[in-house]
């Protein structure tokens, strides 16, 4: 997968999600406000990660799915299958991921 990503558009991701989920802002009442959801659908506010696993709680989906969709133009099935084809890919070239154990190596200074 190239390194060089396009600048992802969560607020278009979002919107479309939660119309799509015929949600309205008010609905995510449990875990933000009414104008934080309009000014992340509106590009003035980046969510943090904590927060798209929220929202995409509210909304029935996976937050890699907002995730996902934030990174398409379209959202098409053509779309997201060579995306995640490229994610899996960059995964599958990592030597000696090991996300269960911390780095002991110390920094030389």
Do not use: W
């Given at each position: 997968?190239?390194?060089?990503?396009?600048?992802?558009?969560?607020?278009?991701?979002l919107r479309?999600?939660?119309l799509e989920?015929?949600?309205?802002?008010?609905?995510?009442?449990?875990?933000?406000?009414?104008?934080?959801?309009?000014?992340?659908?509106?590009?003035?506010?980046?969510?943090?990660?904590?927060?798209?696993?929220?929202?995409?709680?509210?909304?029935?989906?996976?937050?890699?799915?907002?995730?996902?969709?934030?990174?398409?133009?379209?959202?098409?099935?053509?779309?997201?299958?060579?995306?995640?084809?490229?994610?899996?890919?960059?995964?599958?070239?990592?030597?000696?991921?090991?996300?269960?154990?911390?780095?002991?190596?110390?920094?030389?200074?």
């Amino acid at each position: 997968m190239s390194t060089k990503v396009p600048a992802p558009n969560f607020a278009k991701a979002l919107r479309a999600v939660r119309l799509e989920r015929k949600l309205s802002q008010e609905d995510f009442y449990e875990v933000s406000g009414r104008t934080y959801i309009s000014r992340l659908e509106n590009g003035g506010a980046d969510p943090t990660l904590s927060k798209i696993v929220q929202l995409a709680q509210v909304m029935g989906a996976h937050p890699l799915t907002l995730l996902t969709l934030a990174f398409c133009s379209n959202g098409s099935s053509a779309e997201v299958d060579r995306l995640l084809a490229g994610v899996k890919g960059e995964i599958a070239s990592f030597q000696d991921l090991r996300m269960d154990r911390r780095d002991r190596r110390r920094h030389a200074e």
